[in-house]
């Protein structure tokens, strides 16, 4: 089962910045918080990940609250290729396989 | 760079035919591959874990003898549907990851639409 809980779906204008939202309160110390997206019928594009500090790509940025059991990922300009399902995904990294919830349908508007 | 190719990308088959789903990663040796599959507005299920050389490990309820895992190398893993039903249908798709576990980022292939009539 996820460990995860994310809004069903958002909108953001184009050009502003999207914050997703995930809940993880049950993470354990040695668990990663993971982000991917999935944009319709493809496979899901990593973003990026975190243990506890904030972590930052040319993708996108990743706040982890100081007890962990929340995290937010933020794409900064939100642009209409955004547009995708996201997931937040809690796990011990090395051997065990990702397990996908629902995630977050955002929808970046013109 | 972690690129992962999926052929086909899709197929139409007959009730009762195999069909096989190859998966490469293309600039990295993977030493563990994932098998999903995700039917229209649900999320991705995992269906099995296989690692280079060694038999594949099914999730609960996935029939080992119908979908058949084999990971021969460290850059290719295959898929093969057997006897497929019109339940099969589904949006296959293949991850795998690197040598070193404790970076734990798997990289995704484009997937597999599957349709058998």
């Known amino acids: 089962d996820a460990k995860t809980t994310q809004p069903p779906s958002m909108d953001c204008a184009e050009g502003r910045a999207a914050n997703l939202p995930c809940n993880h309160s049950?993470?354990?110390?040695?668990?990663?918080v993971y982000w991917y997206r999935q944009i319709h019928s493809q496979g899901p594009q990593y973003i990026i990940h975190?243990?506890?500090n904030n972590e930052t790509n040319e993708m996108a940025s990743l706040i982890i609250t100081e007890d962990r059991k929340s995290s937010t990922l933020i794409l900064p300009h939100a642009t209409l290729r955004d547009t995708a399902v996201y997931y937040c995904?809690?796990?011990?990294?090395?051997?065990?396989?990702?397990?996908f919830g629902k995630g977050t349908r955002l929808s970046v508007i013109a | 760079g972690a690129v992962v190719s999926q052929h086909p990308s899709w197929v139409i088959c007959k009730s009762g035919t195999s069909v096989k789903i190859e998966c490469r990663s293309l600039?990295?040796?993977?030493?563990?591959m994932f098998w999903y599959r995700q039917f229209p507005k649900q999320s991705l299920m995992l269906m099995a874990t296989?690692?280079?050389?060694?038999?594949?490990?099914?999730e609960q309820g996935v029939e080992k003898d119908k979908f058949l895992i084999n990971h021969a190398s460290l850059t290719l893993s295959t898929l093969t549907v057997t006897s497929a039903h019109p339940e099969d249908s589904s949006f296959y798709i293949c991850?795998?990851?690197?040598?070193?576990?404790?970076?734990?980022?798997?990289?995704f292939g484009p997937g597999t639409r599957l349709t058998v009539l």
């Open positions: 049950t993470i354990s110390g040695n668990e990663y």
């Open positions: 975190g243990l506890k």
């Open positions: 600039d990295f040796q993977a030493t563990t």
């Open positions: 991850s795998a990851r690197g040598r070193d576990p404790s970076l734990g980022t798997q990289y």
């Open positions: 995904i809690v796990r011990v990294s090395g051997n065990t396989p990702l397990v």
């Open positions: 296989s690692n280079e050389g060694s038999k594949a490990t099914y």
